[in-house]
């Protein structure tokens, strides 16, 4: 079977506050982002091996999400074996959200393969175990995070009218590196509240609390922020942990 792992991007990422364990409570709202896709196909096998293709992959194989994917559901369903073939094509380290989605896709066809008829409130509480951001796309639609960001809520916003075009550094910010450059705080005015406006008011109120401290450190990423706007852009803004940015341009 194969999937085609879609990226995200984050409209507004508020930092609220450090949590006991070590974690971050966060306020964000996810988006999904089809302009950008990774390729997985997942075969029935007699062992399982697992396969990256594409730029930039260092590292052993078993240590990638899908393959972690694999084994949580090998664990507890008692699956057989299978082959793993990711093609990497969303940046690695680019606030994304790429490895997380190649995670819950392998999870959702590992479900269709074996019809293990789990609902998606199940494969996303799978999914929590993987990363924080991995629940959000077992539903792939919009969705208000809270927690560390596996918290879900529904929201009603639509996209359509416009165009996200990314731009991708070649950066590679560690969710580590982004965090110890923020200073947690509680907006004044909440994401919610924030996206009832129409879309040309979101400059300047919509904001993504890494930006600061990033932007700073890398000043190219705050030129690549402008020059979305200097091409048109209604509204621009970095990724999660960066350091893709994107900007929202009218069809």
Do not use: Q
Not at 189 to 215: A, C, H, M, T, Y
Request: aromatic share 10%; glycine share 8%; proline share 7%.
């Amino acid at each position: 079977m194969i999937f085609f792992p879609n990226a995200k991007i984050n409209l507004g990422l508020d930092i609220i506050e450090k949590r006991p364990d070590g974690f971050h409570n966060i306020e964000t709202l996810f988006v999904p982002c089809p302009e950008c896709c990774d390729i997985l196909e997942v075969l029935y096998a007699e062992k399982f091996s697992m396969h990256l293709y594409g730029p930039a992959l260092d590292g052993d194989p078993m240590d990638n999400l899908c393959a972690k994917a694999y084994h949580l559901m090998a664990k507890i369903y008692d699956i057989p074996p299978v082959a793993i073939h990711l093609y990497k094509k969303i940046p690695v380290g680019a606030g994304l959200g790429g490895g997380s989605s190649d995670a819950a896709a392998t999870l959702i066809l590992l479900n269709r393969m074996f019809s293990l008829d789990l609902n998606d409130e199940v494969l996303a509480g799978h999914a929590a175990s993987l990363g924080s951001d991995c629940p959000f796309f077992i539903y792939n639609r919009p969705m208000y995070a809270t927690g560390r960001g596996e918290v879900l809520s529904p929201v009603d916003i639509s996209l359509d009218d416009y165009r996200i075009e990314l731009v991708t550094p070649d950066i590679f910010i560690s969710t580590k590196e982004a965090y110890a450059g923020v200073t947690p705080r509680k907006p004044v005015e909440s994401i919610l509240e924030i996206i009832k406006r129409p879309v040309e008011e979101w400059r300047g109120l919509l904001k993504n609390d890494f930006e600061e401290s990033l932007f700073l450190k890398y000043p190219g990423l705050a030129a690549e922020k402008e020059a979305l706007y200097a091409r048109g852009a209604v509204y621009a803004s970095m990724s999660g942990s960066g350091s893709a940015l994107y900007g929202l341009f009218k069809k």
